[in-house]
């Protein structure tokens, strides 16, 4: 029998603890607003939108830190599934494989499991977020001019947590009754990075090209 959500999307069982908007902060406002969006059942290219007046910079940081807390629960979820003799190797199946690389450890592209590839990527993106020189939280601080590319390359491998998790472990989603909820998750990731370009088209080849069956709203014809 499926798990009811708040069963399986458990807070307790999030990969790194969540970023929190502070109240009161033009960054939380937008944060409910695009929260009351979604759950209005508006369109999700719709919900994606810029709001009129609202600034680009600050619509997109609030959407970085939510995919980062949706995505670090479904990988926290499904982290016990995903293991150091399953997932040797950070893929996509055959064809993919992710190296990690930063300016701290691993300075080249370096091969690693799954798992390691997951830590040093939630790890990274918890730094940059709470990065008051990338993402500022005090009113009338500019964002940097490289603040749309830091966004860039996180919700590129943000996309891979999800190819990998598809790929890989999509029979412990259905077991877990959590297919519907990761769908609409991925779909709305999908929408937003399309919406403003945010992701190579490249990078999304593993999706795009899934077998027909794999779990819905994985291929750009039925997402679109």
Known sequence: MALCLKQVFNKDKTFRPRKRFEPGTQRFELYKKAQASLKSGLDLKAVVQLPPGESINDWIAVHVVDFFNRINLIYGTMSEYCTEKSCPIMSGGLKYEYRWQDDSKYKKPTKLSAPQYMCMLMDWIEMLIN??????????????????????????????????????????????????????????????????????????????????????????????
């Open 131 to 224: 990065n008051e020189d990338i993402f500022p939280t005090r009113i009338g601080v500019p964002f940097p001019k490289q603040f749309q590319q830091v966004c860039t390359k996180i919700l590129t491998r943000l996309f891979r947590v999800f190819v990998h998790v598809y790929i890989h472990h999509f029979d412990s989603i259905i077991n877990m009754g959590a297919e519907a909820h990761v769908n609409t998750c991925y779909k709305h990731f999908y929408y937003f990075i399309r919406e403003f370009s945010l992701v190579d088209h490249r990078e999304l080849e593993p999706l795009v090209r899934m077998p027909q069956g794999w779990g819905r709203g994985q291929s750009e014809s039925s997402v679109g």
